[in-house]
């Protein structure tokens, strides 16, 4: 329990002393003192990243049960700053796994192009599968294996590269051209240019 001098109220503790507390002792009540001089600090970093309010408290409370385990671990000089490290990693990693979720998705290159599937649209599904079926085997060689095996095979950069002997700038090259080339091809697909 954090034990306050009279003369000396909660919020006059330094963060220094307060961290000191929870490091010897694993008192949560002076985590949750700390945590709420920066609570608005992590909102507002939160809020800057997702621009959704119900996302950014979400984030605020997993931030939150990070702390609980990560500050008996490690030393910390300067709370301030660190809490906005946190944060910021903390954000990032969330938009790079919805980023990542949404690249292994098979139905990203349709979103690209506009066309949304719905569960009872499976005409259309399979009217644009048929139109990336078709944009595919007009890609080059290099491009079509590469996309293959990364969007379809789930296969990662360093597996593309052992598999097919290409460079890494390459691989990452012919995904990048590949998915583009998908995309006009399919564009024109729709507009009915083919």
Known sequence: ??????????????????LKIYFETGDME???????????????VCMKYFRD????????????????KTLRKETVMNFNRWIYTVTRNHC?????DQKRHLIKDDGSLFMETGTIW???????????????RDCLEKLPGEQKTCVELFYFNKKSYAEIVAETRFELSK????????KRNLRICIEKSDDGKQ
């Open 171 to 178: 691989v990452k090259s012919y995904i990048q051209n590949g």
């Open 1 to 18: 329990m954090l034990f306050v001098n009279k003369k000396k109220e909660i919020t006059d503790i330094p963060d220094e002393e307060i």
């Open 118 to 132: 719905h569960p009872g649209d499976d005409g259309i599904m399979e009217e644009n599968i048929e139109k990336l």
């Open 53 to 68: 309010r119900e996302e950014s408290k979400d984030a605020t409370m997993e931030i939150f049960e990070k702390l609980v």
């Open 92 to 96: 990032l990693t969330v938009i790079r």
């Open 30 to 44: 002076s985590l949750v003192i700390l945590f709420q001089r920066y609570m608005h600090l992590v909102y507002g």
